[in-house]
């Protein structure tokens, strides 16, 4: 079963070509300045450095070092 679902996952992503990269972007700033992370299915180590930090995506994983402001997790 788990190779049936691998392989139509690939299909899908073959298929649109949409969410199927492991880009990994710069963050955004914001205009209240919040680090936002947007990409998705990326690892990534993120440096907090005091600042309110916002992942916003899914399926990654990420590493947060220093001191953190604050942290909000949302995404799928």
Sequence with gaps: MRVTANRIAALICLASGAGCT???????IT???????????????VPCDGRWVDIASDRNEMT???SCRFVRVSGA
Excluded: I, K
């Design 22 to 28: 492991n880009e990994t972007g710069p963050p955004v």
């Design 31 to 45: 205009a209240d300045g919040v680090v936002q992370y947007v990409t998705s299915r990326t690892t990534q180590t």
């Design 64 to 66: 947060l070092t220093g």
